[in-house]
């Protein structure tokens, strides 16, 4: 399994930005599906983002389309979520995922390896 970590989470403002990335590490991303989800208080954990092994294909929820964006370095094996236009409905635990190849689903059991997740704070 691969081993990730998420950074780059914090308190912002409603309208600021965010760039969360997630450092992975024991397999190459090059052959890896990465995904983005987040888990609000009392809510379960969403899908956000994800991104295909090979970087060609992109899949968001339609509730940050337009505002998220997702990439990925595979010489550094990271991953990023680039958060525009935060609004206070985006406050949640970040959670980076990864699947062995595929297509980057929305499908949250899809994903066998987890990060610990980063906080973000949008205040209004």
């Known amino acids: 399994q691969v081993q990730l970590v998420e950074s780059g989470g914090g308190l912002v403002q409603a309208g600021g930005s965010l760039r969360l990335s997630c450092a992975a590490s024991?397999?190459?991303?090059?052959?890896?599906?990465m995904g983005w989800f987040r888990q609000a208080p009392g809510k379960e954990r969403e899908f956000v983002a994800a991104i295909s092994w090979s970087g060609g294909t992109t899949n968001y929820a339609d509730s940050v389309k337009g505002r998220f964006t997702i990439s990925k370095d595979s010489d550094k094996d990271t991953v990023y979520l680039r958060m525009n236009s935060l609004k206070p409905e985006d406050t949640a635990v970040y959670y980076c995922?990864?699947?062995?190849?595929?297509?980057?689903?929305?499908?949250?059991?899809?994903?066998?390896?987890w990060g610990r997740g980063t906080q973000v704070t949008v205040s209004a």
């Open positions: 024991g397999r190459t991303l090059s052959s890896t599906t």
């Open positions: 995922a990864a699947k062995l190849l595929g297509a980057p689903t929305t499908e949250i059991n899809r994903y066998n390896s």
